[in-house]
């Protein structure tokens, strides 16, 4: 199957130079996670996340939020060519471009999922146990909020199991969730300045500079306030067409792996089970 079948054609781009504000007004009106960021000349340059932008809300210039090293396909390359190169690369997205470097679609890890593992039958008799992972990180349901989301970027993940006190799993929250309430502020910091020669030591107080800053400020309150408390689960000996089914219906990424009555045995995601395309 070649790329140019399940991709999306003609994607919304970004060109530089642009602005934060822009990016942001951008992923309000479209409802993406991410855009391609194409030059002067509408060349490829990389790709934009609302994640990047969020959390560096004091870098205004978008250039410097770009990720430039993406996977890269043509219409034509086969699809386990940009599957490889999601992987190799953990990237859910590969840009899909023409001879001259100009964006023709990109082709997310959603698009193969809908498209493809969804509408193929024959992947019924193939179970996800050898594709869900087993070790996964978890919050706590009392867990503040900025706590949660170090976490996730620690486990480079879009989503985490939330756990009860007794380790069973009630919840789970993603990216989506713990930014949304969030908001950026202007702060005013302060820092202290270096001495410069050895007179300047002599100065009864430290010299200090004052500058204004952008931050994220994060809603103090814990997971369980957000999370979603009824997920929809898998089990260990589900096959990989139900488990891409589940994910169309419900528009999720990733399905927390349960057995008995909510013991938590892993996590399957969207990256996990596309696996299956290379030894097809």
Same mark, same amino acid.
């Given at each position: ?7 999306? +054609? ?7 130079? &642009?602005? #934060? ?17 194409? !030059? $002067? ?6 790709? /934009?996340?609302?994640? !990047? ?18 996977? /890269? ?28 470097? #100009? ?10 999922? #809908? ?9 019924? $008799? /193939? ?19 900025? &706590? ?8 480079? &993940?879009?989503?985490?199991?939330? /756990?009860?006190?007794? *380790? ?16 950026v502020v202007r702060v005013m910091k302060q820092t202290a300045?270096?001495?410069? +020669? ?18 994220l400020q994060i809603p103090k309150k814990p997971v369980e ?8 689960? &898998? ?23 349960? $057995? ?5 045995? *892993? ?7 596309? #696996? ?5």
């Amino acid at each position: 199957m070649r790329v140019k079948t399940l991709m999306t +054609s003609d994607p919304v781009v970004i060109k530089l130079p &642009a602005t #934060r504000d822009y990016a942001l007004e951008l992923f309000k009106t479209h409802k993406v996670r991410s855009f391609p960021v194409v !030059n $002067k000349e509408e060349r490829i340059v990389g790709i /934009i996340s609302i994640k !990047n932008v969020l959390l560096n809300p004091d870098e205004d210039q978008l250039a410097m939020l770009v990720k430039r090293d993406v996977p /890269i396909v043509k219409p034509n390359d086969d699809l386990k060519k940009a599957v490889r190169q999601m992987l190799e690369m953990d990237y859910r997205r590969v840009v899909v471009v023409d001879e001259n470097d #100009r964006v023709v679609g990109i082709l997310t890890v959603g698009d193969i999922v #809908r498209r493809y593992l969804a509408k193929n039958e024959n992947l019924k $008799k /193939i179970s996800i146990t050898d594709y869900y992972q087993k070790n996964v990180g978890v919050v706590w349901r009392g867990t503040p909020l900025k &706590a949660a989301l170090k976490a996730l970027l620690l486990c480079n &993940a879009m989503a985490i199991p939330v /756990i009860d006190d007794d *380790g069973n799993l009630v919840g789970m929250v993603d990216e989506t969730d713990l930014l949304k309430d969030s908001e950026v502020v202007r702060v005013m910091k302060q820092t202290a300045l270096a001495a410069s +020669s050895e007179e300047d030591w002599i100065l009864e107080s430290n010299p200090t500079l004052l500058f204004e800053k952008a931050e994220l400020q994060i809603p103090k309150k814990p997971v369980e306030d957000i999370m979603s408390s009824e997920p929809v689960v &898998a089990t260990p000996h589900m096959n990989i067409y139900d488990v891409a089914q589940k994910m169309v219906q419900h528009h999720i990424e990733q399905l927390p792996v349960i $057995k008995g009555e909510g013991e938590l045995v *892993g996590i399957v995601r969207d990256m996990d089970i596309i #696996r299956v395309i290379l030894k097809r």
